[in-house]
């Protein structure tokens, strides 16, 4: 073996923080998007709901 080589299984500490700053940052970019889906849904309940007002004002008589 030589004097740079590691031994198998074994991965220089660099790699091992590379690796979980990877899963970290995976992590947090599943969680923006998690976290986008759920404003969009909102968003668009809030738009149907906003419609349904619209139709019973103007069935009522409103407009």
Do not use: D, F, Q, Y
Not at 7 to 14: D, I, L, S, Y
Request: no cysteine.
């Amino acid at each position: 073996m030589s004097a740079t080589a590691v031994p198998a299984g074994v991965r220089a500490p660099e790699v091992r923080l590379a690796a979980k700053n990877e899963s970290r940052l995976r992590a947090l970019e599943r969680w923006r998007a998690e976290k986008a889906g759920e404003e969009r849904r909102v968003s668009t309940i809030g738009a149907g709901a906003g419609g349904v007002v619209a139709v019973i004002v103007r069935v009522i008589g409103g407009g």
